[in-house]
């Protein structure tokens, strides 16, 4: 279908995106498609170290733009020679939009039951699998909200899957801490890109034990919120995957994230939340995404070209055998 597409489309670039486990039949294909045109990779890598198995791939491109910073160390790391740029995701503020906390506060009422509406809201929103730790994340409010005496008066929205195969029976665990009065309520509807919002700013915060949010909670008037920083590091890994750093945290250093939340009034976390918007719409605002890409392919075709007028690509390598 590839092949067919380019010979008949003629499109000028290729461009695809995401983990690289996905895409080795592509980058078999490179002697063929290469000469043509030029292959554009939209990179995620989670951490580090350098992932060297990664090398064939990377070098199999013309241009890697890579959403984290961390996933742009790694490139530049493993594969140098490669060009590549630092493309971070970014927000669609017509669709995730602050409110008043008046206009916030009548959302609420219509997206969380009467029964809830007077409770610490924490919001999960992630793909239940190990690397998220949301095993860990449920445990551990059990055991939050039976130090603080909380029962009853704070709520774990989890936006997931509790039955996904690549993560753990959450309801299982609820059931077994005997959290069956909605101390945790599973969301497990798939809901479009404009109804999300809702859920978020139906929240007092919300929490990740892993992910790429640190750049976005960490600006010039940063932190928006409490980051926490790993206090251990394990090598995990697969077949695929020979090797990769899986972060943890511990326990007290949730507990104590969520007292500081807690403790702030709807007043301040408002403020907290807001500053982290225009932090969020200054640096990773559509607008900017949309003519960054623009600029980058026009600059990408400029250089390399493609079909007819296809430029600085060789597949021809030369070695010395001894």
């Known amino acids: 279908m590839i092949r067919s597409v380019i010979r008949n489309e003629k499109p000028d670039i290729l461009w695809f995106m995401t983990d690289p486990r996905f895409y080795g039949w592509l980058w078999e294909m490179e002697n063929e498609i290469r000469p043509l045109l030029p292959m554009v990779y939209y990179h995620v890598w989670d951490n580090k170290p350098l992932p060297m198995f990664n090398k064939k791939y990377y070098e199999s491109n013309d241009h890697i733009a890579s959403i984290s910073r961390v996933t742009h160390e790694c490139v530049r790391g493993v594969a140098p020679d490669v060009a590549a740029t630092y493309m971070p995701h970014a927000v669609d503020s017509s669709v995730f939009k602050a409110l008043s906390m008046e206009e916030r506060a009548e959302l609420r009422k219509k997206v969380l039951p009467e029964q809830d509406l007077d409770k610490f809201i924490v919001f999960w929103n992630n793909r239940n699998a190990r690397r998220k730790q949301s095993g860990s994340l449920l445990w551990w409010w059990n055991e939050w909200l039976t130090k603080r005496n909380l029962s009853g008066k704070a709520q774990l929205i989890m936006h997931t899957n509790p039955f996904d195969i690549h993560g753990q029976n959450l309801s299982q ?44 909670i960490m600006g010039e008037d940063g932190p928006f919120g409490f980051p926490i920083y790993p206090t251990s590091k394990a090598i995990i890994g697969s077949q695929d995957v020979p090797y990769i750093y899986e972060d943890r945290i511990s326990k007290e250093q949730l507990f104590s994230a969520l007292d500081k939340m807690y403790a702030l009034s709807p ?35 400029e250089q390399h070209g493609s079909w007819e007028t296809r430029k600085g690509y060789d597949g021809i390598t030369f070695k010395e055998v001894a």
Not at 181 to 196: G, Y
Not at 276 to 301: D, S
Request: with cysteine; aromatic share 8%; net charge neutral.
């Open 267 to 301: 007043e301040e976390r408002y403020d907290l939340g807001m500053k982290g918007a225009k932090h969020v719409q200054k640096n990773y605002n559509f607008e900017q995404f949309g003519e960054k890409w623009v600029n980058l392919m026009l600059k990408i075709h």
């Open 173 to 216: 665990i609820a059931e077994e801490l005997g959290m069956t009065n909605r101390e945790v309520v599973f969301s497990t509807k798939k809901m479009s890109l404009k109804a999300l919002p809702a859920l978020y700013l139906s929240a007092d915060c919300t929490v990740n034990m892993t992910g790429g949010l640190q750049e976005q």
